[in-house]
């Protein structure tokens, strides 16, 4: 690495609290917090998966993930140079440091162990990947089914009757424990397939840096991306109802700014037509709608289906695109002819037949892993993830009808072994026929919290913590970590230059173009999305599609080439710059900028 | 070896690869390219067998090339003796008339008033394994027959340069297997001209397509006496992803009584493009076509000119395998695993490959 950027960043101990925000520790579990040894180590700011700072019950976004993701690398396939993450809350903002195996006895040992076990999965993938996928319906299926007890007065006849011989207040406890433990096996299937899958992806872009070494990463993304993935249908959903709307003549209630309800109303009562476009609706979204305004991490990135105004503010664009005649489908067929025709190209290019042989190797293997590593962020983050924020809320229901808490929504300011402690103090007081004492203890509480994590908001995370490792080339660790020595020392040389007016990020879609920016913090703001802006963001997701018929470039703080936002725009033909690290805090709405999508540049004009 | 008439001269049109005994390396080249359709400036080589002639009369013991093989590569007094000697004596020879007339016909046919360029192509050069980049004599713009066969005879005779020699002794190139035949071509008034790698010469990269080029005639770039633009063009999108305009202070031109003329430019002159966007997509798309043709990475000279007609064209003026790189290509990137996702097992143990 470039010695003029080896800088280190600041230690975790040299972190100061932001003034009026002391006792945020309190808030997230002890295993989170600083230790002195942290020092010695290396942090990165994990804001790809954690972009603001956590609500206390949204911790367990990070502490069960970090307990599936090491589970698989260190103690189940026993990845040989690879454990798991560390992770640490500092005000509020999660930072992870990979382990590392380094004694080469150790590494011998370890890899005896992966080399039996690897290949029982690259070799049954397909077919695993089938019983993983009946897996993840049975378990959505079962958080869907987790029945919150709701403490009547008296207890349901059938305990009597049936002689049941346990009282719902059991099943409080019970059902919530269910509801963690269906989280946890979730984050558990989704590590189980994913280290595997980044690993036949790294070899290719390796293979392909060594052959081509000016090729840039979008193209390899390109070779390995697949046209028909589960990212894109509930984009194209909407699309197919734009199109019905107006075939069935139902289209007029679509109007900009709407509300879903009295749209729905509207199309309902227009007959018989109108009933054909609700049911088609239906089947939208189920399961297609399960779609997260986010990627899942956080109890505000609720689905579609939990806030009908995300789909149905992109809906009156499309309907308007179709009866002016305009193709709204994703160019599918072209897709993957451009896809076959790059692919063979390259291929051709290669020096020899060995090499093409390597390359057939590899990019099969990728074709392999391919669904998965893609159509996993459905079923897990967004599917399963909004339908288990969806039961919390039923436990916070609960919750604030026993009045310990104000609003359901005050459920996500507690820790979720606090859910525990209170859901406890509620049964006690239901058998006991007394009051619960939880709202003495709680109320103040979250008031204080919610005070906090909005001061915690204006702290300007650190991109990293502690002295820089030289270089990260460690495949294993560049895996779990998702960056690399080139992430480093772009992000340290932001950190180095903030009066710099370039940004540099990677290269996601070719193009230049300059224009407005409009800096959106969520999903939920897309309706403020002007015609030909450049979106400005921290990640995009699936949720995101439509903005892209709107927008000319996109810029955002994380992700790589193989990002949604990257293969979005590559499909829509317009500049992209991902992974800047701090777009969205040096960039402000209506500052004109240019994104150069050629070289991952973006420079800030005015 | 006797020249007999039809064996001393060949145009492009009859020429290919497999001819670069009889008519070396750059006249086997540009038959091939003609053959293939690309545009070439017309022209025929005077052939080895021609070489072969005038080699027997001047050296009647026959032992010029058993003495060179017998000199040491870092004997250069000695080197230089003897290929001192035998240059001179190829300059002073004189031509059977068979020669000189198969020449001068073809000379007409070619449309003798306007000038040619006459070139060495040695049946050891521009093969994969040795370019001899620049070691042989070219001459530009020349006019009238007698100043042909001058070029003829000077081109023959750098053969037997110090450095030529120094060259093939180095690569230990048995000599009877070395011999040089002369290109004569249509003078083009290049507009611009200059060089094209099917792949990266900074990296070796294969996908891409690197350009230099420069304005007026292509020997201001060879020479090194301009910078010239740089052009790299995707092979695979077709992007020009990079574009470099230097300022040129000079272009070479033809002069009005032969030879080259060197051109001063002025401020305005200096910094335009040598070539359009639509010129070098043009250009990067025979690059292609001709390294389909030949199956391997290709240096090729062009330029763009005029035609008989003054209708401005590309035309390519010479295409050689490409050597620095290939020479590295003999060891793959990668070798093919039993299983492919052996590839991940062993790059996940992180050991050297």
New interface residues.
Partial sequence: MDARVTRRFPLPSEIKDVPGTEGWRDMYPFFTRVRPEDDQRFWFYNSMHFPEPMPSFDSITSEVPYTGLGAYTTRVFA????LGIDHRIINGRVYITANTVTDPEE?ERR?QV??QR??HY??NWNELYQQWERRLHALIAEVDAIEVPQLPEFEDPAVVFEARGIAQNHYVRAAFHRCVECFSKMWHHHFEFLM?GY??Y??FF??CK??????AEQ?VARMVAGVEVLMFRPDDELKRLARLAVELGVDAPFIDRADPQQVLAAVGGLGEPGQRWLAELEKSRHPWFNTSTGDGFYHHHRSWNDDLSVPFSALPRYVAMVRAGKSIDRPTEQLRRERTR?IA??RE????D??R??FD??L??CHVVFPYVENHKFYCEHWFTTRFYSKMREFGALLARKGVIDDLEDVFHLQHFEVDQALVDVMLAWAAGSAPAGAEHWKPMIAERKRILEKLKDWTAPPALGPMPDSI????VQMLWGITSETLSMWSRGHDAPDSNELVGFAAS?GVVEGLARVLKSVNEIGQMQDGEILVCAVTAPSWGPVFGKIRAAVSDIGGTMSHAAIVAREYGMPAVVGTGQATSRIRTGQRIRVDG?RGIVTLLG | MDCVAGDCVRWFGGIGLADRPLVGGKGASLGELTRAGMAVPPGFVVTTAAFETVLAAIDPHGDIRARIERLHEGDLPAITAVADSIRERFLVAALPDAITRAVSEAHRLLGAPHAVAVRSSATSEDSADASFAGLQDTHLCVQGPEALLRAVRACWASLYSRESVSYRLRLKLPEREVAMGVVVQSMLASRAAGVMFTRSPITGDRSVIAIEGSLGLGSAIVSGEVTPDKYVVNKVTGEIVQRTVSAKALRHVAAADGGVRVEALGDSQQRLPALSDAEIRELAALGRQVERHYGAPQDIEWAVAPDRQGVERIYLLQSRPETVWSRRDALPVAQPAARAYDHVLAALHNRPR
Wanted: glycine content about 4%.
């Fill in positions: 990845f040989p140079t690879a590494i890899l992966f080399q690897a290949p690259y070799e595997l690993g036949a790294l070899v390796q293979f060594k052959a081509f070494p000016e090729i193209m790059i190209e390259y290019l290669l020096a020899s060995a090499e042989a390597v190797q590899m099969g293997l080339e460690d495949p294993a070719p050629d």
